[in-house]
């Protein structure tokens, strides 16, 4: 199983960004996929995520700026990133949760500059 992100970058803060993340592999079923963010000196932490059943998760610091969204067809996840603001700089990663395990992307640099 691979998780291969893109997207991300440079924006100024009030801006927007969209971060995919494709995953290949076989699997019968995955369980919820996501994305996490780590910033400088912090834990990981949820970002926004969606179970198989197609409920969603968001971090109280990006609801109603965020919006996750899958394409099954694609086996694709992508992270829409509005309103950014500084406090928004981190990696971010693109997670996968099937039965036989935890899978992750790469990680790519969101930097909002102020």
């Known amino acids: 199983v691979q998780l291969v992100q893109s997207g991300g970058g440079l924006v100024q803060a009030g801006g927007s960004l969209t971060l995919s993340c494709a995953v290949s592999g076989r699997f019968l079923r995955w369980l919820a996929v996501g994305w996490y963010r780590q910033a400088p000196g912090k834990e990981r932490e949820l970002v926004a995520r969606?179970?198989?059943?197609?409920?969603?998760a968001y971090g109280d610091s990006v609801k109603g700026r965020f919006t996750i969204s899958r394409d099954n067809a694609k086996r694709t996840v992508d992270l829409q990133m509005n309103s950014l603001k500084a406090e928004d700089t981190a990696v971010y990663y693109c997670n996968l949760n099937l039965p036989m395990g935890t899978f992750w992307g790469q990680g790519t640099q969101v930097t909002v500059s102020s």
């Open positions: 969606i179970v198989s059943g197609g409920d969603t």
